[in-house]
């Protein structure tokens, strides 16, 4: 199935916007195994908009329209898919109550325009939208579907997930369940995953599991797509390709699915009703940032303490000045007393030492982190070069996945792809 | 002149990667007064970029094509681009040796498949790209002039502005220096800003200052698009109409041009050879983090702390527990108490009451700043709604532009628009 996706809007054509809306429907489509074959960008403007649709419905069996569905004179996706089709804008009257009573639960009355969003074309199909006024639809242009959907992200999506790929799925004819199992891993690079994951698309039959990767430095995303007559078959397809996953990038995987690191090292410390406190030098408070606007990490993240300079950072916790350099025993002594300044039962250290220089590529830093908790302090020292923003990431996700290692039981010092030996 | 840009490459088709090119080209021909009226994405699939290139000829003047110029074989631009212009590709002798010196310099040899990048087709005119391999060129393809750019950000950046924008204006025949004033401001939405600036592009002859805005909350961009003969003639036209711009926005205004409201700060206690220190809550670190990781803040920044809980952040600072509630009270004791225990003679604390219950976008928060310096300190009480990502950003911001208005002896307690009265 081609499928074409046209993105409307003159603060979306004109940059003032990204367009992350696009990004995002290609990847879910490819998600499910579909695939986009055109993207075009088009203004507020009513010729250039119908001679889209009339592109579109030309090449595509199937095309997404978004934005264009609000209640303004510059929203104009149903006169034009109404003209395109040869058919008049009726009132909905079902979308118009419905949008009259969700201005009532806000104790606001509907305004005059807003009557427009429930104008659509007489031979559209409502696609719902349970969070918005503007109203979804689906019709045919020539011999392609075209489906409406609204400019507001989190409206988009539920839309695209709930009404719009089921639709996409059923119209292939292929087996309906299509389901996307993620690891989210840090310290081994794309290639080098892909190498150790040889094989692994073959212990699927008929190829019904594909595998993918996203990077998205410093983490990894791999990816396997699959495929099954019903939820019950893909869990028995995956189930031991999964297993197979996680025994080979082993250590390195953080998460899975929607989790992310923080959440990880959130949950595994309010599992155990621990306690964390946080000192940190050139990665500038983003550690703690992290974790901290996290849902529950009130209870948890006791301190932060940010500085570029050791003497402050000591002199925070009463410790007397010491050598300036970054080590392993100067993250250890600070970790161990903020622990105890604190009260917090885990602390977390990361000192840094950038080199000197005008930043480029070559730059590098020195990294010592420590790790404290009951009888124990654990360290690891790093090496990492590509300039100051790569250091400083790169140092974020160290800091907190020496975190997750330990909370895990796992090692913490296994060296990574990215560290200079 | 219609304007067309088409980009290439899988990984943006299929949303691996978000496509932020097409925003900054379309906005950087904007800034210059050029429009784009269609944008075009396609993979790297020869008979689709063919027939997105023989489109784009037959409705646009110009068109820029980006991506496609690499070493590999899903590089397709030179090949579909000879094919479409219906001539040979030649090998361009300068290109080539321009290649190998890159790598010498680097001390390495040039791998064979990095050749096709100098392959161009025969009526090509060289666009240089002095800081990549990747050949820019452009051609006639029918009745448009193409533009073929590399898909490196910061390689497609300086080509654009160095070589494709001079060439466009001067297609055009307007005047050929445009340049763009910018001022950021936080507080005023956008409305209200173009109400205060009623009038203004009718201070300059002839139409030839531009007003626009751009929002990203919590920060309003305000452009001044500037024509002229030459730079002076640009500058005179601008002088009374940007002081202007400053006299009605007046104590807004944080930043202009490529300044950063961070930026502005670190830069005012540097030049008074100060010291700061921050105390932060729910905003988590993030206010650390703005200052801390930029040049020359190591000087400056001597110490952040984060924390949730008031008993911890007064604890640390050797105060005496007190009422739970945010208050400018506390605000105040915390922001001076940190002043002594660091040494900086600049304190800024910022704490914030988020509203109990679920994520919505009534939820607010309640936001106490001390900003404490010399004998005095200054406090700030304010409430903002938007769920707790939108009252986070907010009260960052809120405290930033705190600490800038003190420092440049401005009212820091100057009502916004986004504040709940």
Redesign the interface.
Known sequence: MRIEII?TGDE?????????N???????L?DVGL?????????D?RE?LLEAFR?AASRADAVIVNGGLGPTVDDLSQEIAAKATGCELVLNREWFEKMEAFFTRRGRAMPPNNRKQAMLPATAEVLDNPIGTACGFALDIGPARFFFTPGVPRELRRMLEEQIIPRLLAKTGRPVTIHLKRFHSYGLGESHVDTLLTGLEEMAPDGSIKLGF?AHYPQLETKLLVRGADMDDVRRKLAPVEAEVRRRVGNFILAEDDQTLEGVVLQALAQRSATLAVAES?T??????R???L?G??AV?????????PA??R??LGLAPAHAEASTEAASEIAEALRE??GADHALAVLVDLDDGT?RIELGGTICIAVSAGARTLTRHSRLLGG??WV?LGAIEMGLDCLRRYLQGLPIDEKIDFEKK
Do not use: H
């Open positions: 993105c979306v054509l004109t940059g003032k916007i990204v367009n992350s696009f990004s995002y429907m290609s990847q879910k490819e695939s986009v074959v055109w993207g075009t960008t088009v203004g403007d250039r592109l996203r050139f500038g408070g983003q550690i703690a940032a974790l901290s606007p849902a990490a009130e993240f006791r301190r932060g303490i940010v500085s570029r300079d402050q950072l002199g925070s300044k604190t930043d100051r923003e400083r």
